[in-house]
């Protein structure tokens, strides 16, 4: 029986058998006990599947990961300790030293500073490109040694819509995947997969949890790219891995070789797993991302319409509305909501904006986005604080831009907040 994406909230990942429990089991141990040597040998050669150390695996976070995987409609996941792990992971399983790799140069500004600062320490060239670009224009940006391309479904904090079907074609015509960072849509928004992405990544801290109570990140993938017909790019999938006897991820787990070599070797050498109580504070926020989302996106829609009104406007961007830039891709790739996040900008100057800003009484000023409370934050001067004014505009961050998050509040007691402060705001 297909499950609707709704029942898959509640139910996909755990099914208790006679006289279980009915939520899911936090197992809130760092080991596990085997009956012989022999058993947990296995384990560690890969022969078998099991646990043996939370460090890599855990049943709980398992668990939740094969939620998210199947809410995605990927064929499995793996949980990090933040989103920022996530992506570090998904990208460097098939990334080392002396690659290169391709990005969106509108991303967010921590996920910028990994790949444009650490990476570059770590041996891996980025070259970042405008997503709005052509195909050619695209094309022309990779070399031999190009490993994949990423991006996000909806950019943060500019809230650009993905081309995710022309970045697919792009990748796949070069033989190489396409990674997207799907934290602000959401599953229930929009599902990359079945646009042509190969590799789906959330910070699960945002909407997934939705209540700000736990950090954590996933990769989800597809099982849907073909590592051996582009064996020569991946070795670290397609030739032996010395570590493990010289074991063939593709060869001994085919669909599941990517997922298995980002557990079993990155896991295992960088540890940065999410706790099994974290998981379990996932899994519940997991279960109301359905009823969460339509709100937040009809909410987000009335507010960003209200905006329109205010004389101190100089823009908004939110890709709901009819006349925004990115309205056309968001009826495509977004069709049941854009998120509750926006960027907008008043005239006035960063003064008008702090004095807006330290005026809201509902709205919070905080550097956290996309969970059940509204608030907002000036990225210039907090999250993309490292860039310059050159970099800012590079990644799409207008120096005036605040970003707004609309939550779980009432939308009239929102907008009630908005107004107060643009009143005292005026008076300066």
């Known amino acids: 029986m297909k499950k609707s994406i709704g029942t898959l909230c509640v139910h996909a990942g755990y099914t208790p058998k006679n006289g279980e429990s009915r939520q899911m089991p936090i197992v809130q141990s760092t080991t596990f006990k085997y009956n012989s040597s022999d058993a947990m040998g296995r384990l560690f050669d890969l022969e078998d599947s099991g646990y043996f150390y939370t460090r890599l695996q855990n049943p709980t976070n398992d668990m939740v990961a094969a939620r998210i995987a199947a809410l995605e409609g990927g064929i499995a996941g793996m949980l990090t300790s933040s989103g920022q792990a996530a992506n570090f992971f ?21 996920t910028y500073n990994l790949f444009s600062t650490s990476f570059a320490k770590l041996g891996i060239e980025v070259t970042f490109v405008d997503q709005d670009a052509s195909e050619e224009e695209l ?4 070399r031999p ?25 792009v990748a796949h015509s070069h033989g190489v995947p396409l990674i997207v960072d799907n934290t602000f849509p959401t599953p229930i928004n929009c599902r990359p997969i079945e646009f042509g992405a190969d590799i789906v990544t959330h910070s699960t801290t945002k909407y997934m949890d939705g209540h700000g109570t736990t950090v954590g990140g996933v990769i989800v993938d597809s099982g849907n790219f073909d590592w051996e017909a582009n064996a020569e790019k991946f070795p670290g999938l397609c030739t032996p891995d010395e570590s493990y006897h010289g074991l063939i991820y ?3 787990f085919g669909k599941m070789a990517y997922i298995t ?21 996932l899994g519940l926020g997991l279960q109301t991302l359905h009823v969460r989302m339509p709100y937040i996106n009809k909410s987000a829609l009335e507010i960003a319409k209200f905006f329109q009104t205010v004389p101190e ?3 908004i961007h939110y890709p709901g509305l009819e006349g925004d830039a990115e309205h056309q891709h968001a009826m495509k790739y977004l069709p049941d909501g854009c998120s509750g996040v926006m960027a907008l900008a008043l005239s006035g100057g960063r003064e008008f904006a702090n ?29 993309h604080r490292q860039l310059s004014d050159q970099q800012l505009i590079e990644a799409g961050v207008d120096p005036d831009l605040m970003r707004l998050s609309i939550g779980l509040e009432d939308t009239a007691d929102i907008i009630a907040d908005i107004q107060q402060a643009l009143d005292v705001a005026r008076k300066g």
């Open 261 to 281: 070599k980002a557990t079993s070797q990155l896991m295992r050498d960088f540890g940065a797993i999410q706790a099994p109580q974290n998981a379990f504070y």
């Open 313 to 315: 406007l100089k823009w």
């Open 250 to 252: 593709t060869k001994k």
């Open 90 to 110: 998904a990208c460097h399983n098939i990334c080392d030293a002396g690659d290169h790799m391709i990005t969106t140069s509108a991303i967010y500004g921590g």
């Open 139 to 142: 094309s022309a940006a990779f």
């Open 355 to 383: 004095r807006f800003m330290d005026a809201l009484q509902l709205i919070t000023i905080e550097t956290h986005v996309a969970d059940c409370h509204s608030c907002i934050l000036h990225p210039a001067s907090h999250t």
């Open 145 to 169: 040694n190009t490993k994949l391309v990423f991006s996000e479904t909806l950019s943060n904090p500019g809230v650009k819509v993905l081309d995710i079907e022309k970045l697919a074609r």
